[in-house]
């Protein structure tokens, strides 16, 4: 009839299933965690490409670094300036879309990416935005001559006429 201990091996096999199951999912979980927390900072971008220009730019302008945005400014730019943009927080982070490099000029594209005020139902709501930079090399190095407005940053604010 019905052995007693054949019952108890057979109902033992799906648990240790499920453990086994529960185990490499709980290792799943931790490796995703550690890439996401130790993923740091993106790659330093050469330095004396356009590309690499924004890249730092960008961070001096997000980390409200105005002297060190300034630096990476031709003086056309920093004429034009009317000082830093004022409509809000600083972006979240900007993204590279593409580079077009030509002799003397140079145009970027990003995407900048805001956060928005307050939390929603799922939790913290983002918003992007595509711009592009001009560049202009200047003495052999590439300058920006046109930021785009949410990355405006200069200290300079023109005398009204």
Not at 2 to 24: Q, Y
Not at 42 to 54: C, F, K, R, T, Y
Not at 62 to 86: H, N
Not at 92 to 103: C, D, G, K
Request: proline share 8%.
């Amino acid at each position: 009839m019905d052995d007693p201990a054949a019952t108890g091996r057979t109902a033992r096999k799906p648990d240790r299933i499920l453990l086994a199951l529960v185990g490499v999912v709980a290792v799943l979980v931790v490796v995703a965690l550690a890439v996401v927390f130790t993923r740091g900072e993106p790659a330093p971008l050469d330095e004396a490409s356009p590309a690499g220009v924004i890249q730092q730019y960008s961070r001096a302008v997000i980390r409200d670094d105005v002297p060190a945005a300034e630096t990476f400014l031709t003086e056309g730019a920093r004429s034009r300036c009317s000082g830093s943009y004022s409509g809000g927080q600083r972006p979240a982070r900007v993204v590279l879309i593409s580079t077009t490099e030509r002799t003397d000029s140079a145009t970027v594209r990003v995407s900048i990416v805001h956060a928005a005020q307050g939390n929603g139902p799922f939790g913290p709501s983002e918003y992007e935005t595509e711009d592009v930079f001009l560049l202009l090399k200047v003495n052999g190095r590439w300058m920006i001559d046109q930021p785009p407005y949410p990355l405006m940053a200069c200290t300079q604010i023109p005398v009204k006429r």
